[in-house]
């Protein structure tokens, strides 16, 4: 197997001739955890209060709410880089989960009661496959486990009614471990078998990578957090990758994203490290069709697009 | 009050088998006895505070301190959920915690209490705790790893602990909950096949340990980014926590050093290590870093010169933004070449076309010479003044024996020394905030080589500076 690009033997000669029948991915999306946006629309499950602040990215997550609320689906598929595993990939396999997140970095910013459902079955048909193609898997059945905030965090903002169940998949940290090139294998595996898996389903996925692009912090916090004059990118350097990436989206060059995805990660300290945009790049299928970026903005000097891979309105059009 | 002090310290592995199911490995039913027997340590002690600093709780915005004075929840690891959960209920010293955090401050730190119901405990803290600590009969304070924390934020952090320490006169036990090498098998093993990922790593560990039954600390501690290298996985959380145990110890290299256990979790190098602060009677120092006392946000200034560390810190200076001595000046300039030039890279960059010195006959000429740090450029005692020229504190007399260094480094390069130094011109740009200090210095060098003196007060130097001195001396015949 190649390891920053699929080789065209694995790569599925027609795409695009589903049964309809079977299940699909309908959309996948990029969709960042900062818990500083929930902080901002101050929602009931969440304890402090605000002002706003990051309304380029707020709204961003509404013109992505707005796009695909037409849209069919029957689960969520999260890929969460704050649900952090060494040990394999593992996956929520539980019904529910009810809990109070805190996020540990931001605990004055995120404090928000939960309520989630678990498309189990789903979540083991997967863990299943990986299993079986040989990647080290685990299923998270321990009732007091805590749902990380980066998961509920991009679960509230892209769902806010919470009325999907979710599949939720931790972040191998095997860039960590080994490198990003063999992070990249593991993650297009898991692309791939998160998207046959789903068809096997015959469910209408939504898949969400949950995280940011350029990575970098700022390292002290404004006396008001949601003081917007403070808010900016950590570097010139962060933004011009963050804007190479982008432009890559938009251009349908996804195989590009894959090529240039170990110096992106050493070079914007990309929180794409923890795999989710590679294995949304997979289970999408590498797809060479322009996507929308519905926002981008920086929190905390970070970098962070909203963006839309429209794959039911692609295969409408080429159809 | 008498004051307060470090008794003791220890060093303790951060997974949850320890606590949930010792009984299923043999290493892990000794990691799990050498708690108890530190624990039984402990409760035998004067102990009135358990400090932990713990790798598994990182934080972005300067360093957090856990200030709920009884923080209650179910922990359920990240990883090894499947070995159950750790219901804990914690006696949290917030006074000491609010101290500390005001502490931090005044040494010029970013850091903040946290005191929220509900606030996710980290696994190394709950384990450090829970078996350290069972009847909770000690109130304990945790700080986070801050990931951005190079060694001079650290130990600063920790200098600021040991002030609270000292004036509310504690008997404070410190604790860093870590591993030692860190990289874990990446599959589900049998628990009887646990061992060291790697001979690599064993070898390492060994390295270590082999240290701390010498109290060689603060060795340890100076080893810290090269340890990193060689046996730490590229996590955010680097080997900081010898770093903040160091300083809290005074940078001590002669402690009483016990390994009660060393075994493997899940393939990690787990240690549980016992720091007495009585005198082994070794002390002196396989290195020698700077030492800080009040950080500046000089991150990057104390890093290695490792070649590969180096090109690193170069990228994280420049995304950092952050204040070097460098940057806080003017631009540094190779040391020119002629007939007679003597040049050196032990010494500070010059800062225009000059060389460092000029052999004439049988006398040197030395240009200016500051107390800036060959490779780093940091300035030992602080900048005089920040970028914006905001002043800032500094210590003179760390200035002062950086400059009489850094001429012994010069005149050793051109084959003297500095007892064959026979005159010095001296610059101030304070005189009377810095004589006494400098003069101090002096006295307990060149003052007792003997050579000629003048001091003059100036208005300013090129660098942020304090001090810089003229010299003329012989060469050795």
Redesign the interface.
């Known amino acids: 197997m190649k390891i920053t690009a699929l080789a065209e033997s694995d790569k599925d000669p027609h795409p695009l001739r589903h049964d309809m029948a079977k299940g699909r991915i309908v959309a996948g999306c990029i969709a960042p955890h900062p818990p500083h946006l929930v902080y901002a629309e101050n929602p009931d499950q969440n304890e402090p209060t605000s002002e706003g602040g990051w309304e380029q990215l707020r709204w961003g997550y509404e013109r992505l709410r707005e796009s695909l609320s037409e849209i069919d689906h029957d689960v969520i598929v999260i890929l969460s880089p704050h649900?952090?595993?060494?040990?394999?990939t593992?996956f929520l396999g539980l019904e529910n989960f009810q809990s109070?997140s805190?996020d540990?970095?931001?605990?004055?910013l995120f404090?928000y009661h939960y309520d989630l459902n678990v498309d189990v079955e789903l979540a083991k048909q997967i863990h299943d496959n990986a299993e079986k193609a040989g990647l080290?898997v685990?299923m998270?059945?321990?009732p007091?486990?805590?749902v990380?905030y980066g998961t509920i965090t991009t679960g509230h903002l892209f769902n806010p009614k919470w009325d999907k169940p979710l599949v939720v998949i931790?972040s191998?940290?095997?860039?960590?471990?080994y490198s990003a090139e063999v992070m990249q294998e593991m993650m297009i595996e898991l692309g791939r078998i998160t998207r046959e898996t789903i068809e096997e389903s015959g469910k209408k996925a939504i898949i969400l990578a949950s995280n940011s692009l350029s990575h970098?912090?700022?390292?002290?916090?404004s006396e008001i957090p949601e003081d917007m004059s403070k808010e900016h990118i950590?570097?010139h350097?962060?933004h011009l990758w963050d804007m190479r990436i982008i432009d890559y989206i938009r251009s349908g060059q996804t195989q590009r994203i894959l090529d240039e995805m170990p110096e992106f990660i050493e070079?914007a300290?990309a929180e794409s490290d923890g795999g989710g945009l590679s294995w949304l790049i997979s289970a999408l299928n590498t797809p060479d069709y322009p996507a929308i970026l519905h926002g981008y903005g920086t929190i905390?000097g970070t970098g962070n697009a909203v963006v839309e891979w429209p794959c039911y309105k692609h295969e409408e059009e080429s159809q | 009050m008498s004051d307060g002090e470090i008794i003791g310290s220890y060093i303790v592995p951060v997974h949850p088998h320890t606590y949930l199911v010792p009984e299923q490995n043999p290493g892990w039913t000794k990691l799990r006895e050498a708690f108890d027997e530190a624990a039984l340590r402990i409760k035998n002690s004067e102990a009135d505070l358990l400090i932990i600093y713990s790798t598994t709780?990182?934080?972005?915005?300067?360093h957090q301190i856990q200030a709920d004075p009884n923080p209650e929840w179910?922990m359920?690891d990240?990883?090894?959920?499947?070995l159950?959960?750790i219901p804990y209920s914690f006696n949290i010293d917030s006074e000491f915690a609010n101290a500390w955090n005001e502490a931090n401050h005044q040494r010029g730190l970013?850091s903040r209490t946290?005191n929220?119901?509900?606030?996710?405990i980290?696994v190394g803290s709950v384990v450090a705790l829970k078996l350290l600590n069972p009847d909770n009969a000690i109130p304990a304070v945790i700080v986070s790893s801050?990931v951005?924390a190079n060694r001079s934020e650290t130990s600063v952090m920790a200098k600021a602990c040991l002030d609270v320490v000292r004036s509310t006169g504690r008997k404070a036990i410190a604790i860093t909950a870590m591993s030692l090498s860190n990289?874990?098998?990446?599959?589900?093993i049998d628990p009887a096949d646990d061992k060291i990922h790697s001979l690599k790593d064993d070898e390492w560990n060994c390295k270590i340990l082999e240290l701390m039954e010498k109290g060689r600390l603060e060795d340890v501690g100076q080893l810290s980014r090269t340890i990193q290298k060689q046996i730490r996985?590229?996590?955010v959380v680097a080997f900081k926590p010898m770093w903040w145990l160091s300083a809290i110890n005074d940078n001590r290299n002669d402690l009483t050093g016990e390994v009660l256990a060393y075994e493997a979790i899940?393939g990690a190098g787990a240690a549980v290590i016992h720091l007495d602060p009585a005198s082994c009677g070794t002390g002196d120092k396989e290195y020698d870093e700077d030492d800080v006392e009040y950080f500046h946000g000089d991150r990057s200034v104390l890093d290695s010169n490792d070649s590969e560390d180096a090109a690193i810190d170069k990228?994280t200076e420049?995304?950092d933004?952050v204040t070097t001595a460098e940057e806080n000046g003017p631009a540094l300039w190779e040391p020119t070449m002629a007939d007679g030039s003597v040049n050196t890279d032990s010494a500070p960059k010059p800062v225009g076309a000059y060389p460092h010195a000029r052999r004439v006959g049988d006398l040197l000429y030395l240009s200016g010479v500051g107390p800036r740090q060959a490779v780093t450029n940091s300035i030992p005692g602080g900048p005089i003044h920040d970028e914006n020229g905001e002043p800032l504190d500094y210590d003179i007399k760390a200035q002062t024996q950086a400059v009489i260094d850094n001429i012994a480094s010069i005149l050793e390069e051109a084959g003297s020394s500095l007892d064959q130094v026979i005159d010095v011109t001296t610059f101030l740009v304070d005189m009377k905030r810095d004589f006494q200090g400098y003069n101090e210095v002096w006295a307990e060098t060149l003052g007792k080589i003997g050579p000629t003196r003048t001091t003059l007060a100036i208005r300013a130097l090129p660098t942020p500076i304090a001090v810089e001195m003229k010299v003329i001396a012989q060469l050795l015949e």
Not at chain 1, 83 to 88: H, I, S
Not at chain 1, 104 to 108: A, D, I, L, Q, R
Not at chain 2, 57 to 62: C, D, H, L, R
Not at chain 2, 116 to 120: C, D, E, H
């Open positions: 649900w952090q595993t060494y040990v394999g593992h109070l805190v540990p970095v931001f605990p004055n404090r080290a685990k998270m059945e321990n007091d486990f805590r990380d931790s191998n940290r095997s860039t960590d471990y970098r912090h700022f390292t002290t916090e950590a570097s350097a962060m070079q300290i905390i | 709780w990182p934080s972005i915005i300067g179910v359920v990240h990883d090894f959920h499947d159950g959960s970013k946290v929220y119901y509900g606030f996710p980290d801050n951005y990289r874990m098998f990446t599959e589900n996985i590229r996590k899940h990228n420049a995304i933004e």
